[in-house]
């Protein structure tokens, strides 16, 4: 079982669209990462939440800690916000979720 | 500021051989988490230290593995007599004291011939 849980697995979009990656976990955390991983590159830190709702750019992520829920909104996306989006929370140590692989088509 | 350095970026192994990973956490960082990513497999945790102490290594495999950070210099993970099951990125992350900053390394991508 994972304490991590992220859906959808694959997501494919057109340029423009709005978009939503979703995160549910199973245990009291002290805070929820938003990871981004690019194809062969390295990870960023897009958000470190503990509650509500934080936004950057064209990147919103929100948290619910009594439903144990978290969102990663991309408003207006584009070809090269393509990559991987993982969710982590921390326990202290991290627990990651399978991942979102977004591809953007122009 | 250089951010969190890992080296060497890339790094080959003859099966038997030792890989000796570095992490050098942002400066002022005295946590440092290493994770690896499996091929087609998601990040797991391995060991999270602070400056000479090991505080958690529930993820690290029993045999083979070892990690330090010494008072000076970069954080090391040891994998002696490697397989091919290692074949794997591994990450580090460094957390600054008393604060939720939390930034990576690029990632140490190791292959095992």
């Known amino acids: 079982k994972n304490e991590v849980e992220q859906s959808p697995q694959n997501l494919t979009a057109q340029e423009g669209e709005f978009i939503t990656i979703n995160c549910s976990y199973s245990?009291?955390?002290?805070?929820l990462h938003w990871l981004q991983q690019h194809p062969g590159g390295g990870i960023v830190s897009l958000f470190m939440?503990?509650?509500g709702k934080k936004k950057h750019g064209r990147l919103i992520a929100t948290i619910n800690i009594q439903e144990k829920h978290s969102s990663l909104h991309i408003t207006a996306s584009h070809p090269r916000d393509s990559a991987v989006y993982i969710c982590?929370?921390?326990?202290?140590?991290?627990?990651f979720g399978t991942g979102t692989s977004l591809t953007v088509i122009p | 500021n250089a951010g969190v350095m890992q080296n060497p970026r890339h790094l080959v192994r003859r099966r038997g051989q030792e890989a000796r990973l570095r992490c050098s956490p942002m400066?002022?960082?005295?946590?440092v988490y290493w994770y690896r990513q499996l091929p087609e497999e998601g990040l797991k945790f391995m060991v999270y230290?602070?400056?000479?102490?090991?505080?958690?290594e529930s993820g690290m495999p029993k045999e083979r593995f070892s990690a330090e950070f010494p008072k000076e210099g970069p954080s090391i993970l040891r994998i002696q007599q490697v397989v091919r099951g290692d074949s794997a990125a591994y990450f580090c992350a460094s957390l600054a004291t008393g604060t939720a900053g939390y930034t990576f390394g690029s990632g140490t991508r190791l292959t095992v011939v």
């Open positions: 230290l602070q400056k000479e102490n090991i505080i958690d």
């Open positions: 400066k002022g960082h005295s946590h």
């Open positions: 245990v009291g955390i002290s805070a």
């Open positions: 939440l503990s509650s």
């Open positions: 982590a929370v921390r326990l202290p140590q991290f627990y």
